[in-house]
């Protein structure tokens, strides 16, 4: 997931969401909507790997049943998984920033 988080955009894509809204930058409104798309983003990547990975390679799930076990359980992981990882990013973008703050000096 680092590896295609470095390709793919999606920083600047939650900052072009914002914008449509006409938020200030640096407000809480503003991050709440910035944060939105990264999150949708990683997630989606996130949930899809990790169930193909558990349904897949799980020899007790008979073959004919893995697409629908997968596609269900995609559908029933993504949404707690999507507000676990909003609500992460920003206690990341936090700690990232303190971190940032002190060894940048």
Known sequence: MFVFSLFIPYNAWGDWL????????????FKLVQGIIPSVVLNSANTFICTAASIFYNEAN????????????????????????YIASFAAVWLGSKVAEKYAK
């Open 62 to 85: 008979p073959k004919a049943a893995r697409m629908g076990a997968y596609l269900d359980g995609c559908k029933k992981a993504w949404i707690p998984c999507f507000v676990v990882s």
């Open 18 to 29: 914002a914008g449509l809204f006409h938020l200030q930058e640096g407000t809480v409104p």
